[in-house]
């Protein structure tokens, strides 16, 4: 168990609709990661939050938005939702953003557009 | 640009057999180099990582990775492999040329490890 806790495991919903995944980092952790891992692309860097600031921004569409939390957990937040969006989204956090920390994982949202 | 290659898709072994995942990586600065192992309808755990130092690094259940900067080469070794190894491992790479801003993790594309008994 990895300590990064994400709900709701599963999620099934129709194009252009609107969902939010959460996820829990790991207690202490103060860096939270999103990931989009799909057999095309296989795993997407999307965006970073430290202490409740955004850090880094990788390939995440302008469909999506994340936040953190004060409590520090975070949310990505998925809008016009289309077929091609249907992937595992991981949540991952690390003590700090230093380089040299590793991330740990949550088990992942499986996200399925009908 | 940062970059992570592992040219296998598929490495077969059998049980009690040394094993062998490799891991080929290009960046602009000095590499933080990561190795995950995922099974099936999990997240990614944490195996072992170099950041510097010694070129074979120690990791979790009997793992190792050695670090070899001429050949830009990160390859996962375990000197007997299990039934139970068999997953499906990723290598990343973080890039320290950006001080350690880039808080992302470029990861390759992934090895599937069966261990066959």
């Known amino acids: 168990d990895s300590g990064v806790t994400q709900t709701p495991k599963h999620l099934i919903t129709a194009t252009g609709q609107r969902v939010t995944l959460r996820c829990s980092p790991r207690s202490g952790d103060l860096s939270v990661y999103w990931y989009q891992q799909s057999l095309d692309q296989g795993l997407q860097f999307l965006i970073q939050y430290y202490n409740g600031e955004e850090r880094a921004k990788g390939n995440i569409l302008e469909r999506f938005s994340a936040q953190q939390f004060p409590d520090l957990h975070s949310e990505l937040n998925l809008s016009s939702l289309e077929l091609g969006d249907s992937a595992l989204y991981f949540c991952?956090?690390?003590?700090?953003?230093?380089?040299?920390?590793?991330?740990?994982f949550g088990d992942g949202t499986r996200l399925s557009i009908l | 640009a940062q970059s992570v290659a592992q040219p296998e898709d598929q490495v077969n072994v059998a049980e009690g057999n040394p094993l062998t995942v490799k891991c080929t990586y290009s960046?602009?600065?000095?590499?933080?180099l990561f190795w995950y192992v995922q099974y099936p309808n999990r997240g990614l755990q944490f195996l072992l990582k170099y950041i510097t130092g010694d070129n074979l690094v120690k990791g979790s259940y009997g793992f190792e990775a050695e670090f070899n900067k001429s050949q830009t080469s990160f390859h996962l070794k375990k000197p007997s492999a299990l039934v139970s190894d068999s997953a499906l491992y990723f290598c990343?790479?973080?890039?320290?040329?950006?001080?350690?801003?880039?808080?992302?993790?470029?990861f390759g594309k992934g090895t599937k490890l069966s261990v066959k008994p």
């Open positions: 990343a790479v973080r890039d320290d040329y950006y001080g350690g801003s880039q808080g992302n993790l470029i």
């Open positions: 991952a956090s690390s003590v700090s953003q230093g380089a040299h920390q590793p991330q740990h």
């Open positions: 960046v602009s600065g000095n590499p933080y």
